[in-house]
C-alpha cells in the first residue's frame, strides 16, 4: 500500500531573481515497509528532496508538485499543520550527528525536548529515553543520557539521532546520508541498526546516499538522480544487474 507519493516535485532557489532548479519533476512512490534507496552525487537533489517532504526548505524556495501523505497533500499545510507531521508521522537522520545535537546540553535534555508532547514525569521521561537508547543497542543507556555530545564517538552520536528520530515513532524514517560523518568501521553497524529497526518499529524508510553499495544493502528499490532530474528508478536487484543508463553503471562500477 502507498504510504507516499511524490508527483510532478520541482525545488527551486531565487537568489537575485535568478531561480536555480534544484529538483526537477520527480515522482516516486513510498510503500509501506519499503526501504528506498535515492542515490546520486552531491548537488543532484537528493537532500532537497528530503527537505521539501519535511517542509523545512528556506524561504527563498521555490516548490511545485504534490506531496502525498495518506491522501493528503503535504504542501497545502500550513506550519502548524507541519509540525505535527515532523517526528510523529515523519521523521529525519542528518549526516552529521555533531551538528544535529546540541553540543551546551546533556542527552536527557534533548530528548525532553521531544517528548515533551508525550509525557511531563521526569522519571517517566527518563525510562522512555534508556528504553529508546537500549533499542538502538547503546550500552550503559543511564550513563550516556548524562554525557554532552563531545564526550561521546561518533558512532554513538549517530546511534543516539536515530533513538531520537524515533521517539514518537514516526511511519516513515528519512535518513539523509546517515554513515557519511563516521568512521567506515561503525557504518557497517549503523547500516544493520537501520536494518532491525525498519523491521522491530515497523518502518518505511527513504535512505539517501551517494554510496551504491550502501543503498544495495538495505534498499528494496533505488532513485538514481544526476542533475535534479531522476534517470533510472528500479528494484535494487535489477538495478545492479541490468543498468540502463551510462551514470548508473559508473556508479555501479565505483563499488563493484
Known sequence: MSLLEVKNLS????????????????????????????????????????????????????????IIFQGKNLLAFNRKEMEKIRGREIS????????????????????????ARVAKDKAVLDKMIVSKLESVHLEDALEVMNKYPHELSGGMKQRIVIA???????????????????DASIKKQIILE?????????????????????????????IVMKDSKIIEQNATAA?????KEPYTIELIDAVV
Open 164 to 182: 531520537a528520530a524515533l521517539c514518537l515513532s514516526p511511519r516513515i524514517l528519512i535518513a539523509d546520508e546517515p554513515t557519511s560523518a563516521i
Open 92 to 115: 529525519m537522520v542528518f549526516q552529521d550527528p555533531s551538528t544535529a545535537l546540541n553540543p551546551v546540553r546533556i542527552i536527557k535534555r534533548q530528548f525532553y525536548d521531544i517528548l
Open 239 to 243: 538495478l545492479f544487474n541490468c543498468p
Open 11 to 66: 525545488i527551486s532557489y531565487k537568489i537575485d531573481d535568478v531561480s536555480y532548479v534544484a529538483v526537477s519533476e520527480v515522482n516516486f512512490v513510498l510503500e509501506e515497509g519499503q526501504v528506498l534507496g535515492i542515490a546520486g552525487a552531491s548537488g543532484s537533489g537528493k537532500s532537497t528532496i528530503a527537505k521539501g517532504i519535511l517542509g523545512i526548505l528556506p524561504d527563498n524556495a521555490l516548490i511545485e508538485g504534490e
Open 194 to 222: 537501520l536494518k532491525g529497526l525498519k523491521i522491530s518499529e515497523n518502518l518505511s524508510m527513504i535512505y539517501i546516499s551517494h554510496n551504491l553499495a550502501e543503498l544495495k544493502s538495505i534498499c528494496d528499490e533505488i
